[in-house]
């Protein structure tokens, strides 16, 4: 009788010998088990992520139609927009914006402040992976908020959000909570407790989101504050996703597709780099 093992049975011993990775290419369980715990991380707390976020965008709403009438029009892009209508679609993206970000500065935060970063940076996970599944989890709440906005606003009697151009509203829908998310991922990464993080949110995230043409078209700004606009990107997020309701933009809906992909990509290559360093991370 041979004494040498069958030759399956070598194959596996040494895939399973010290040092020889098994995982190749996409390490697809890992990447789908971390993005589920991001999904499950916000959804535990969903009255404070998800509700009470959309409860308060359409208050936004109420407050402003209330205050104005809501019958008064917008002019934008050479049409007259009753307001209701044009600024439904600017509340829907801000709050999804201001969500990706929450969530995505809140993950690798945590973990610093509470010393379980290592649960982020020991599992067989590459860098590119690692940020996927973040940026995947942030965007998937901002998805929720919008969609729970929008039933809430399609309910709501004199407000049309009836999508047009469902194209750009996927586009930009989806580039802008990527943009938020990877701002919340550097956030993280720079911040060394919570008031860092809500500082960028008070002093950087709301006043661009706010002076971006949410509540107004920019058309009627003075010239030096329409200049401000045209480049804060923020402002191409909202009148992008503007337009695939409403038809019309106050600035070129192409160039601001261009404009917020090249700063993903920007941002993404930063995260990456960053994350691969460890900056701040494994001090």
């Known amino acids: 009788m041979s004494s040498q093992p069958p030759i399956g049975e070598i194959q ?15 390490n697809w369980g890992g990447l789908r088990t971390l993005y589920i715990k991001e999904v499950r991380r916000f959804f535990k707390v969903q009255l404070q992520t998800i509700w009470a ?31 209701a209508d044009f600024i439904a ?27 379980t970063i290592v649960d982020y940076l020991m599992p067989p996970l590459s860098t590119a992976e690692l940020l996927v599944a973040m940026v995947g989890g ?9 969609l729970t906005v929008w039933l ?10 009836t999508p047009t ?6 586009w930009f829908g989806l580039l802008g909570a990527v ?6 991922i550097l956030t993280s990464i720079w911040a060394e407790k919570f008031d860092h993080a809500a500082a960028v949110q008070n002093f950087f995230i709301a006043p661009l989101t706010l002076l971006s043409g949410t509540f107004y078209s920019v058309d009627h700004l003075a010239p030096a504050f329409r200049i401000f606009s045209h480049i804060n990107p923020f402002f191409y997020v909202i009148s992008g996703f503007r337009y695939g309701f409403l038809g019309t933009a106050d600035s070129p809906v192409m160039l ?6 090249v700063i993903d990509v920007v941002l993404g290559l930063l995260c990456y780099s960053l994350l691969r360093s460890g900056w701040k991370l494994k001090n």
């Open 12 to 26: 596996s011993s040494v895939m399973n010998a010290p040092g020889v990775p098994v995982i190749r290419n996409v």
């Open 53 to 83: 976020p959309a409860i308060t965008t359409l208050l936004f709403l109420i407050i402003f139609t209330v205050a104005t009438g809501g019958k008064r029009p917008v002019h934008v892009g050479g049409v007259d927009v009753p307001f």
């Open 89 to 115: 679609p600017g509340l829907i993206v801000m709050g999804m914006l201001q969500n990706a970000f929450a969530n995505a500065s809140f993950s690798l935060l945590v973990g610093k402040i509470q010393g």
């Open 138 to 146: 942030a965007v998937t709440r901002a998805l929720c908020v919008g």
């Open 152 to 161: 809430a606003m399609a309910l709501w009697p004199g407000v049309h959000v």
């Open 165 to 170: 151009h469902p194209i750009a509203i996927l």
């Open 179 to 184: 943009f938020l998310a990877l701002i919340g």
């Open 256 to 261: 601001g597709g261009i404009v917020i992909l």
